[in-house]
């Protein structure tokens, strides 16, 4: 499928496909160099070193330079090769590869550092990503819920004072749920950040709101009149 796309001149829509597969390649790695040949005739050098630095000889001394680069802007040394290179276990370090890690991406770091007086900070993992969607998502369809329930309460009070209650109680209820399981998302995602108190009082907000959520639920069937 990606080289159909390729051959029709669709390069970026194949490198998706790519990415999609990469993680799962093993030698003697076509899919990874299909990939870094896409990058390298895109004049990404830095994107081209990432995916062909596995094999020895296949990158340039540019794209290795650039590789560096961004491993060094990247994050501490302990996630270039999982999370940013994602290089399989059962492949074995290439002169090259050591060079990128060794020399090339640390002595780039200590220029970032030099620059900015600090190191430069990590980036955010696919799980702290994950979580962080899973939190903003839910507080704000929660809100949303909330601002339904709130409307749906006023137009049915006129007619019916219990079928208000419910009304109130259900999109009540569920719009709690739903922020509660977003702060309880937020909390795991500054736990893998290592904010251990941002965790601790988020996760335990996210609990009590659920808590009281499923209080609210108990009473629907009182508030239906059943």
Request: charged letters at 20%; glycine letters at 12%; hydrophobic letters at 50%.
């Amino acid at each position: 499928m990606a080289q159909d796309l390729v051959d029709r001149g669709q390069s970026r829509e194949a490198i998706r496909v790519l990415r999609r597969e990469v993680e799962m390649d093993e030698a003697p790695y076509d899919v990874r160099l299909m990939l870094a040949e896409l990058y390298r005739s895109l004049g990404c050098p830095d994107q081209a070193g990432r995916w062909g630095i596995v094999v020895e000889g296949w990158t340039t001394p540019i794209e290795r330079d650039r590789l560096g680069r961004l491993l060094g802007a990247s994050g501490p040394p302990q996630s270039w090769r999982g999370e940013l290179l994602a290089l399989p276990r059962s492949m074995r370090d290439n002169p090259d590869l050591i060079e990128v890690l060794e020399v090339i991406a640390p002595a780039h770091r200590e220029r970032f550092r030099a620059r900015l007086g600090h190191y430069p900070p990590e980036r955010p993992s696919k799980s702290v990503e994950t979580l962080e969607t899973v939190a903003g998502l839910g507080i704000l369809v929660g809100i949303v819920a909330l601002l339904l329930g709130g409307l749906g309460a006023f137009v049915v009070a006129p007619l019916s004072f219990e079928a208000s209650n419910y009304w109130v109680l259900l999109l009540g209820g569920i719009a709690a749920g739903l922020v509660g399981v977003g702060l309880i998302a937020l909390g795991g995602a500054f736990l893998l950040k290592k904010k251990l108190w941002q965790s601790v009082i988020a996760i335990a907000v996210g609990v009590a709101i659920v808590a009281v959520a499923a209080a609210g639920f108990a009473l629907l069937p009182a508030a239906s009149g059943g």
